[in-house]
């Protein structure tokens, strides 16, 4: 086949595409690629793939005739929306906000590569951590360190005082020294950078927990729950340390215990930079990342 008559079977004139056509596909791809990557670095996550399991039974429903499962979900889907929408209210409330503010076009351009260019928990990061904990035990100083991963945790920022600086023993001794004006709340550190003091955390509602657990401790699981976060709590009683994550917490670890439960951060933050490697080199295989 020549080009001419290729050209005549893919013209813009047969396919009837104009460029307020060619302008909404942009605008449309742009959308989907924000709400995805809202999806991403949120719960909504989780929520998504509920959805859908719920989907896969609703069609083995229809596909087998269960007339009043249809009929329920039917009757309960406008509910589930409404539910979405309460639930999900602080994330889609700070999704509006990012859309006014000044630096998004440079965001978005640079979200993939450039989003944390320190996230890779280091060797160093891990000891500094490990040092500050057990000699904030041996003081009996309180402390609460949340160690952010995938789920994004910038709600709780807003509720502290902005830090962004590096981790390092002495700083985490200086926020939890007693009677400090940051010693009170959570740290959040993201990769090797503490960006956050004085945070609020939700605490959790579990019956289950120990009655000995204090409100440190509680919301260490709390938040737990709500993310896929790590998080060291110090005990001012007792000086004990103690992680929480996935809704359970580990207590009393020493000082190898605790550094092994840091070092998984590591395996899981250097195995999603070797997916994001190989991406980018199928993409560009003379370019280096």
């Not at 502290?160 to 926020?175: E, K, P």
């Not at 990769?191 to 003091?197: C, F, I, M, Q, T």
């Not at 657990?213 to 004990?240: K, Q, Y």
Request: hydrophobic letters at 45%.
């Amino acid at each position: 086949m020549s080009l001419d008559k290729l050209n005549q079977y893919i013209s813009w004139d047969a396919l009837n595409i104009t460029r307020t056509d060619i302008a909404e596909i942009i605008i449309l791809s742009f959308i989907i690629y924000q709400v995805m990557i809202w999806i991403k670095s949120t719960r909504a996550w989780n929520l998504l793939k509920g959805f859908g399991v719920v989907l896969v039974l609703l069609a083995v429903a229809q596909l087998f005739h269960m007339n009043t499962i249809l009929w329920i979900s039917e009757n309960f889907f406008s509910l589930g929306i409404t539910a979405i929408i309460i639930v999900f209210q602080p994330e889609l409330r700070r999704a509006l906000e990012q859309l006014g503010e000044k630096n998004i076009l440079t965001s978005i351009v640079a979200f993939d590569n450039a989003k944390r260019e320190d996230e890779s928990l280091t060797d160093r990061t891990v000891s500094e951590l490990v040092r500050a904990c057990f000699e904030m035990g041996k003081a009996r100083t309180g402390a609460l360190i949340v160690m952010e991963q995938s789920v994004n945790l910038q709600e709780y920022d807003r509720t502290g005082i902005s830090i962004d600086a590096i981790v390092s023993s002495q700083l985490m001794l200086n926020i939890f020294e007693k009677n400090t004006p940051l010693h009170d709340g959570a740290v959040i550190v993201s990769g090797n950078r503490v960006r956050s003091a004085t945070c609020y955390l939700p605490l959790s509602d579990n019956m289950n927990l120990s009655k000995a657990l204090g409100t440190r401790h509680r919301a260490a699981v709390g938040i737990s729950e709500v993310s896929d976060s790590l998080t060291i709590v110090v005990s001012e009683e007792t000086g004990s340390v103690s992680v929480a994550k996935n809704g359970r917490i580990l207590r009393n670890l020493n000082q190898e215990q605790l550094r092994e439960q840091l070092e998984t951060l590591q395996v899981k933050v250097e195995e999603g930079r070797k997916i994001k490697l190989w991406k980018g080199r199928s993409k560009h295989e003379n370019k280096d990342i």
